[in-house]
Structure formats: structure tokens, C-alpha cells
């Protein structure tokens, strides 16, 4: 789309008056018959006012879904896999619905390191045990990266990572394999890795050790892999489902499956509305279990003798102040000196380091443990040249990894990194495994494995390699100047007098890399309904991005909106904790909550972050990280 047209079209926002915030529709845009597919789509997806339909709606459309008139596909989970699903088939011209119990990336999706990457680890091991499956994986894995940089650019980068060396050994050996690294991306490539000298790698990255382990830093190697906000992409994934045409619901679990009691086949859902605890009914002709560590409960729904898939390992991740890494330069130590590979990377303003791989129980809460923080912090003082503090861990979080192995495979010993779709219940797909980066792959695999479980129609094969999530048609780097250039934050203050503020760059540039061409919309509000002001001293979320996503982005609660749409409980859990009276004041508004409801949201966002150990919830005190 023209940038003239799409200013023009978000003029029309801008020019709202009264103060209230109207969403206008230009007759102008129609979509012809004649456009194919992945036009027709990309028009649904980039149409700056369109609207995802309402909670009702979808709901509806699920329940509408009986036994005559069944959906063609039944998504659980909305995680990365599940709304991958959905948008997949969505662009096969399937009729789709999905269920998330909680909210969209409130599993592992939100967890995860935020790394969009082949897998350096695995090009190693396919080397040394001239592996061709481990090769494949790398390749796979680093054409679905550049792809998922070119559909979503707003929400995902190119980050340089460096790789310090402490002996000659280390710089041939790193160079090497990263020079291969590139050849394997070939035309996927985002940028050549090179040798920096131990002077330009201090320059680089002031804060890196110069000896490690009584040795004297000879330089680094710096590479290069994509970075992204894992639950923001999530979150973009499910609405671009839903104004595709899918019916998406979060806050909806699937109790139990139905079955036909004649041949045996999953044909269905009882499902129950997390938020008012209806139950209802839905039919489908396949249902796609993406449940990600929780997947084998949704097995066991099928076959109680099920054998578990899933071999959960928790990851740790801890945030820390910017200051102890440049602003786009990553750190990545290969291997610790207990064998381990450290991060430590920027993102979001802040750093975030880990992570961990031990044993765990599978809990929607996951918990950081303190032996898990200490060892990450522990990992990074023999790499940096600043004191490493408890008291700088803004916060700390866990995911479970779920790694899953073949039910259907000969060696059931193999824990396989790679994904894994299985049919073992007719009607039943399942699909886990994989990582973040390659879920449109994993998605297209399970939606080919459904059409022919289920014998679905589709009207042509899956359109996601080349489709732009919602927001990101006509982004482009400068897209945060014409926020500040041409709005402002009109703020409330506490006398209840309203006052104007200027769209400074960091908040302008905030709302571009979250929204997309869709910041427009949510600078639109704060300028035309008063909510201007930060949510939190010294991060740049504004008060409109919490009636913007409980528009168009189905922020449901408090916790949706300080974990998912916008990043405040993993970047600082105490800020996020400072903000929620605020937040809560919002949504009340936006969803008409009484009383007792806004007590329920407080109570259940504080115990939320509770799992969530900053500073202040430290338990930690050896003396070493004071
Ligand atoms: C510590 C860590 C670091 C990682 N780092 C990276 C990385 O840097 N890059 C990368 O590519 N990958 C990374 N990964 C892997 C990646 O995060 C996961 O592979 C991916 O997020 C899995 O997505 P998913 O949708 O399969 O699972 P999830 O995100 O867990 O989604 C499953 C969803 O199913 C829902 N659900 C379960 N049961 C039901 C039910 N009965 N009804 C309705 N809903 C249900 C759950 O609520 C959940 O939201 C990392 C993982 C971890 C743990």
C-alpha cells in the first residue's frame, strides 16, 4: 500500500474530535472478487482500520459450530504453534477456530529467549557427527528466520552477537564455524560474521572482560541472528488469524474432547470460558492439539494410557539494567566453564541474560529458583568487567522447553529439538516440539497432516511465506518520526487538568516497534482521549496502549497486559507492580468491570508476579552478589 494512502487513511484517525476516539471505515477500500488469495489476505491484514472482531463474536462463531456444521480445524492452544495453525489455515480458505485457556503466548511464547536463529549448537554437532538430519534442521531454521524478519519487521531485528576469545585456538575455531554459519544461510544471510581485534571489541562492547580464566582476550567474533518480542509476535499471529477470518478466543479451555461414539473420531470440544465459566460445545471435523508442554493433557483427553511426549526442561532468564551491554550488541558465551552457553543480549531497553536447563514439573507458573539466578549470574562475571548484582535484577523469569519425543519413531530415546506431528487418536493432530523460530513451518506441517486426517477442501495450499502480520504492511526504520512529528500525549494530571506533552522519540519509537503502522492508532488515543502519560518511571508505555489492546488486541486482564501486550513484568517486575493500579483503571473502563472484579484482577496480577523474582523478592544472599 501507498504511504500517501495509508497516511491519508490514518488521517482520518488522527482527526477524531471531541475526544473520542471514533474508528472510521473508508468506503473507498473494497476487495474484488478477482484478486487472488494472497491479495485478498494481505488487504483483510494490512487494512490500518480494520477491526479483529469482538470477544462475542468469535465466541459465537464457536459456538455455532455443531455437529451438522462442524469448523474444518479445532486449534488448542495459542501459543507460537497454535496461532500459527490458525493463520495457516485461515490462508488455505479453511474454516478455523482456537482456543487459548489463558492468553495468547501465556505458555512458553512468552518465555523464550527471543532469539530468531538456525542453531549454531546444531550446526556443531552436525558437523562433528557429520549429522545431515542436524543440518537440515540449521537449514530449515534459517530460512524460516529471514522470513519471519521480512513478515514481521517491526517486531523482529537482525542483532550482532560477539563471541569473546580468550586464546588464538578460540578465534580460528569461532571464525570458522561462523563463516560457516553464513555459507549455510547462503541467500538467507542477514549480515557476515567477522573478526574484531580486542581493541575495536572494547570499543564495541565496553563492558567485556579483557581476561578470562587468568587469559588475555585476543578479540571477538561477531555474528549475526534475528531478535524479536516473542509475545508481541504472538499476539500479532492471532489477530492476523482473526481478521483472516479465524475465530480466536483466549481465555477459553478445552475441558474434555468429544468423540463419535460410532467410529471413535475426535469430532469436538467441550470448552469452558475461563472468564465467566460458561461451558459450551464446539464441533470440528479435525482438532489440532498445540499445547505445547501441556500438550500430553490434551492427549490424555483422547487416550487416558496416552505415554507423555513431552520432557519438560525449565530455561531462567534474568534482566538487568542496560548498562551492562551496548545498545545492539549481544554477548554469546559458547561455553562457560561448566560447559554452558550464556547469553546476554539487549532488549527492550534493558539486558537480558541467561539461561538454565534443568528437570521440572509441568505448571503454567513456572518459577525462576534461586540456584538457577545465581548460576546465570555467576556465568557472566567471568565475562564482564562490571560488578555483577542481585540487586540489578530488574526481574527473573522461567519457560518450559517442549521438547518432545516421536511417539511414533523406532528410538523413543531421542529427544528431538526439531518438531514432531503426530496422529495417533483419529481426528486428534498433534503438533509440538520445534522452536519459536521455525513455528510457520511446524504450523504448515500440522495443517497439511489435518487436511488429510480430516479430508478438508482447502482452496489452495498454505500463504503464510509471504504474508505480513498485522502492522507491519509499509513499516518501515523512520516510521517513528511522523508519531513524533505529528502527534502529542495529551495527559491528565492529578488536579484532573489536562496538559500536553510532547511524543518524545523514545516513546514514539516504542509505539512503532510494538504496533507496527498501527501505532498510529494508539497515539491517536492518547492524543485524542487524554491517556498520554508513561505507565512506569523511566519505560516508555503509554496509558492509550491499555485501551488500544483492549480493543483490537483482546487484552482481557491485567496480567494480559503487563506479561503479553506490552513487556512490563519481564522487564521490571517492580515497575510493572507500581503500575497497576493504573492499568487496572483502564480495562475497568474499557470492559465495565465492577468492584469485585477489580479487586479479583489486583489480587491475581500481584500473585502473577509474585512468580517473578526481582530484587526485591530476592531470597538470595551469599555476600558475592550484593
Ligand atoms: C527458556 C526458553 C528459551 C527459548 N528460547 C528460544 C529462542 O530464543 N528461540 C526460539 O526459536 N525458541 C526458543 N524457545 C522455544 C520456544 O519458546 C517454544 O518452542 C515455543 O514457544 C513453543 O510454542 P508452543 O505454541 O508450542 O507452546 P506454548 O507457547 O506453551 O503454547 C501452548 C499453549 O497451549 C495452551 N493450552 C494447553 N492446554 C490447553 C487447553 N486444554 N485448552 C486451551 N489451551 C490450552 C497453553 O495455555 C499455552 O498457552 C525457548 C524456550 C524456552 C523454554
Known sequence: MSAALRLR????????????????????????????PLAALKTKISDPVASVPPRATQEAALMGANAENPLDILVVGGGATGTGVALDAVTRGLRVGLVEREDFASGTSSRSTKLIHGGVRYLEKAVFNLDYGQLKLVFHALKERKQLIDNAPHLCHALPCMTPCFSWFEVIYYWAGLKMYDLVAMGQLLHFSRYYSFKQSVELFPTIAKKGNNKDLKGTVVYYDGQMNDSRLNVAIACSAALGGAAVL??????????????????GAHIRNNLTGEVFDTYAKVVVNAGGPFCDSVRQMADKNAKPVICPSSGVHIVLPDYYSPDGMGLIVPKTKDGRVVFMLPWLGRTIAGTTDSDTAITMLPEPHENEIEFILDALCDYLNVKVRRTDVLSAWSGIRPLATDPSAKNTESISRDHVVVEEVPGLVTVTGGKWTTYRGMAEDAVNAAIKSGKLNPNNGSLTSNLQLVGADGWESASFTILTQQYVRMKKSHGGKILPGVMDTAAAKHLSQAYGVLAERVAAIAQNENLGKRLAHGYPFLEAEVAYTARYEYCESAVDFIARRSRLAFLDTDAARRALPRIIDILAAEHNWDKSRIKQETQNAKEFLETFKSSRNAQFHDGKHN
Open 9 to 36: 487513511r490514518l488521517g482520518l484517525l488522527a482527526a477524531a474530535s471531541g475526544g473520542t476516539y471514533t474508528l472510521l471505515r473508508d468506503p473507498s477500500i473494497s476487495y474484488t472478487d478477482s484478486a487472488s
Open 250 to 267: 483466549n481465555h477459553a479451555e478445552v475441558i474434555s474432547l468429544i468423540r463419535d461414539e460410532g467410529n471413535g473420531r475426535i469430532i
